[in-house]
């Protein structure tokens, strides 16, 4: 089996322009001691909206690879695929995201269900999870539950899984399941429960990506009780730890984190939690790069500047549209967003500090930063005259761009955390 490392950090790159400015930030983080590999990943939401192919982010990343002669592991994510999106990852990816958040609590056969239950009751009383004070009942109707809920989901995984061992052999790529963008957050137990279904599955699962309790919104910082975030992480972490010990998953089996960027007031209870059980941990980002461009575009000035104006108005304009297919990743309050009026009138450092996520900074506006995230529609749209811009002011975008994953989010995760 290709093992991942227990250390690895998504970055996403809309435009595909600044691998080699991403990859930067991880090989600082190896030099500074800390263990981390990078994984490229692009959903597929993203290609379509942007006009990218999965070939892209592969060449993209062997050619950063190459630039500056890396010579630790990497990965291209095919993320959030499904049974009729996977084939064109096939070729091109060594790391998939089975999405199955859709199949959650869609009927199953009946008898296969029934099935399920029956071998689930081998847990039934009291499951003691090494670690955890107090053991969970597992009682007839929430294994019934459970299942109800979850079997769908994880066989769906499954016929993903083996489509792609149709085409690549098992030891070739990385599994992760997926399961964040719902409303509700899963249990430690349901998580458990889960689990033993991808093993009775045979899905070799290296990565899990569950919903965790409180607001994931993309490009800002947690929402929610950081105590309850941090009973439920440690309590996954452990679950994890029985998993492995007691079913035929993984060894390496860890926890990943979607519309991980900017979660900056929960990256010191992950790190430490991690730290603490010794375990891995996957974070997945994705836009914060794209919102380092439209911040070196801004601090550029010029025609620059402009281009980042125009991208607010236009994604001012065109709210309803960019964020209907965020609509459980983002929280916008369109009473409390600026006028594009207004915005035009600012200049590189009002734009630039407004857009820029330092915390507690007095301009800093995390609803101007969650509709530009999901505003990188229009800067597809300008096609060529959004790249070539890009590529005129490369040296201030890439600055912003390697110091943002390094510094506000390796920094805090692995290093202060
Ligand atoms: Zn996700």
Redesign the pocket.
Known sequence: MKTIESYSFGVGDRFTMQGRAQLKAIIRANEAGIPLVPVWNK?NREHQIVGTVPEDTWQEATEAVGALGYKGSWYVDA??INLSSVDPYIAHSNFF?L?VADRIGVPADRREAEDMVKKLQAFEGSLEIPGIEQPFTVTEELLEKTVQKFFSAVKEAALIYNRILQVREADDFIAEM?M??VDEAQTPVELFFILVMADHFGIPLQTI?PKFTGRFNKGVDYVGDIGLFRKEFEEDLLVIDHAVNTLNLPQNLKLSV??GSDKFSIYPVIGSLIRKHQKGIHI?TAGTTWLEEVIGLAMAGGEALKMAHHIYKEAYRRMDELCAPYATVIDIDPDRLPSPDLVASWNSEKFADTLRHIPGHTDYDPMFRQLIHVGYKVASELGEAYTAMLAKHASVVEAQVTENIMERHIRRLFIEG
């Open positions: 959903s993320d959030h995201t999405d997926s964040d963008e990506a979607h519309s997945k």
